[in-house]
């Protein structure tokens, strides 16, 4: 559907760069280990000030979701803007920002007991079984908060992108990579290969002390 309507758009219509893939979210968002989620912030908050011509501040909105309760709050807005948009034009949503602002709460949680569980296992005291076993939690809750994170993003996105593809008289076109999102991914990318180096130099710098 959406495609033949964007189909019939005539060539001389004005582009919107607005689509972002649900294939980019979820592989940004795994390469940047969770970070793409505060450039996606940004990214779709920018294209609604410019949609809207409202008064708004992307990178301070983005900047938002390091602040603990009051990042819920601005995720809240986020996607309750959205939603009111594809109300006003008569388009079906499937999002709301209850369980948009919850699922990510579960996401951050999930991670956070997932590092406290790491720490503990780290601790001198704690047995190699013990801290086997603690690190293996910790990956397995680490990898299911940015899951939760990633598929709340990736929902609302959809609806974005099907609110973007239903407007008239424009041609709605994918979003260029822009050299934040770059930055996002390689810095994500580094923080997770430098982590595991290193966990496993002082590993290794442990198990030589036992020697």
Do not use: C
Request: cysteine-free; charged content about 10%; glycine content about 10%.
């Amino acid at each position: 559907m959406e495609e033949s309507r964007q189909n019939a758009v005539p060539a001389s219509a004005v582009e919107l760069p607005n689509l972002i893939s649900i294939p980019r979210v979820v592989w940004a968002s795994i390469f940047s280990f969770g970070m793409y989620s505060f450039y996606w912030f940004y990214l779709t908050w920018k294209q609604y000030r410019d949609h809207t011509n409202s008064e708004a501040y992307p990178a301070w909105h983005a900047l938002t979701l390091l602040v603990p309760i009051y990042g819920w709050f601005r995720l809240h807005a986020h996607v309750r803007s959205y939603v009111e948009l594809m109300g006003r034009a008569g388009v079906a949503s499937s999002i709301a920002p209850g369980p948009a602002v919850g699922a990510y709460i579960a996401g951050g949680v999930s991670s956070g007991v997932g590092g406290l569980i790491d720490n503990i296992g780290s601790a001198p005291e704690s047995s190699a079984e013990f801290a086997g076993w603690a690190l293996f939690l910790s990956l397995l809750l680490t990898v299911i908060g940015i899951g939760i994170t990633i598929w709340m993003v990736a929902e609302v996105q959809r609806n974005l992108n099907r609110y973007w593809t239903s407007l008239p008289n424009v041609r709605v076109v994918t979003a260029p990579v822009g050299i934040g999102e770059i930055i996002v991914i390689v810095a994500g990318m580094s923080i997770f290969v430098l982590s595991f180096v290193l966990g496993f130099i002082v590993g290794f710098a442990e198990g030589l002390a036992e020697v």
